[in-house]
């Protein structure tokens, strides 16, 4: 039997409100972020989540929540400007376009959507109950390939935030 496929989703990091004249889409990261970003990258290093696809969101806070995991150059990086404030109905859609060789893929992407489709994945509205910024939901996929990627019964492992970690170390 093969290992179940994973999906991993993780909301950008904290993004900055500093400029007023910057568009939505070119916010970077704050500092709290930027150490947030790092720390869910140790966490999925010590939890051997090395995705094999990462699917990114062409915002700026986005692009930087990436960077800053430090995943290495193991696993293709798609940036899509159709991620940037998708809905989980299209979030959904795009993952049932996945590669059938990606095991496991990261999507980071933005709120409501990434939290809807958390809660469309498992059928669970009670968990994860929010989706703060940095978040990470660990999903265990029942599909044996992402073209069969169903609404309901996939299964959240982890649900883990940044302030989660803070307060482990």
Not at 20 to 39: E, F, M
Not at 104 to 125: F, K, S
Request: charged residues 25%.
């Amino acid at each position: 039997m093969t290992d179940p496929r994973r999906l991993l989703l993780l909301r950008h990091a904290k993004s900055s409100w500093d400029d007023p004249s910057l568009a939505d889409r070119d916010r970077p990261l704050n500092s709290r972020g930027r150490r947030a970003a790092t720390t869910m990258g140790q966490y999925l290093r010590d939890h051997d989540l090395a995705p094999d696809l990462v699917l990114c969101s062409s915002a700026a806070r986005t692009r930087e929540t990436l960077e800053r995991l430090d995943l290495g150059a193991a696993a293709p990086v798609l940036i899509e400007d159709d991620l940037y404030a998708a809905d989980a109905s299209d979030l959904f859609a795009r993952l049932r376009r996945a590669p059938p060789d990606a095991a496991m893929v990261l999507l980071i992407g933005h709120n409501p959507g990434v939290h809807e489709l958390a809660i469309m994945l498992t059928g669970d509205v009670e968990r994860p109950p929010a989706f703060p910024a940095g978040a990470l939901a660990v999903m265990r996929v029942t599909a044996p390939a992402w073209t069969d990627l169903a609404v309901g019964g996939n299964a959240l492992d982890d649900f883990v935030a940044p302030r989660d970690l803070d307060r482990r170390h």
